[in-house]
């Protein structure tokens, strides 16, 4: 089973529609991520959060919230959505930097379009 | 301003041959590097990384080299194989302060082809 999930891996909506994107994970990691993916941008991140009741903006989270229900569990909402919206996202995890790696697990990624 | 850029968009080597991969950053408090490779319809996964401490890491056909100085690293591939075709990321983060710190800034991405 995968550790990290993402549902739906696809989803087509509408301008203005309210869209939310799940990620649970079983690595057991208090920190989580939320990364977009754009042709030719690479990875930017939205929003990560580093336990239950810890949320920060990452780059671009203008448009996008989230919440963080458990430990396992961290969403993206688009609000409203819009066509500039239209990207490949991404839910990472990762453990404390203290255990000496920095390195992030990530889900299969959504495939998101916004007519 | 892109702190970590990968210049070539897209490489093709011949099978066997060495892949040389290249990331630049501008960042000087960046001190941990990380290399992801991504397929098609799946997420990145972790491939190697290096501490600014070392100067060369190496995992089988994998090697990454720092160059602190020039602010420049590498992922060299040797030999080649076809399962190498991806796209590969380069990832930068700071040293560890608190809270923000341990986020990754990510290249745009090279896409290696391996021809056989």
């Known amino acids: 089973d995968a550790d990290v999930t993402q549902t739906p891996r696809n989803r087509i909506t509408k301008t203005g529609k309210r869209i939310m994107l799940e990620c649970s994970q079983t690595?057991?990691?208090?920190?989580m991520y939320w990364y977009r993916q754009d042709p030719g941008l690479g990875l930017r991140l939205i929003y990560y959060?580093?336990?239950?009741?810890?949320?920060n903006k990452g780059e671009i989270s203008d448009g996008y919230s989230v919440s963080r229900q458990a430990q396992a569990k961290f969403s993206l909402s688009l609000e409203s959505a819009i066509p500039n919206q239209t990207a490949l996202y991404f839910c990472?995890?990762?453990?404390?930097?203290?255990?000496?790696?920095?390195?992030?697990?990530f889900g299969p990624g959504t495939r998101l379009t916004v007519l | 301003d892109q702190q970590v850029k990968q210049n070539s968009p897209s490489l093709s080597v011949q099978e066997g041959r060495i892949s040389i991969l290249n990331c630049d950053y501008t960042?000087?408090?960046?001190?941990?590097f990380l290399w992801y490779k991504k397929y098609p319809a799946e997420g990145p996964t972790f491939l190697i990384s290096?501490?600014?401490?070392?100067d060369k890491n190496e995992d089988g056909r994998f090697t990454v080299f720092l160059n602190k100085s020039a602010k420049h690293l590498s992922l060299h591939i040797v030999p080649s194989q076809p399962g190498d075709s991806a796209v590969y990321f380069c990832?930068?983060?700071?040293?560890?302060?608190?809270?923000?710190?341990?986020?990754?800034?990510f290249g745009k991405g090279t896409k290696l082809s391996v021809i056989p």
């Open positions: 990472a995890t990762s453990d404390e930097p203290s255990s000496g790696s920095s390195e992030q697990f």
């Open positions: 990832a930068a983060r700071p040293s560890y302060s608190g809270a923000g710190s341990y986020q990754l800034t």
């Open positions: 690595k057991g990691h208090d920190r």
């Open positions: 960042n000087s408090m960046f001190d941990y």
């Open positions: 959060s580093f336990d239950v009741k810890d949320i």
């Open positions: 290096i501490s600014s401490i070392k």
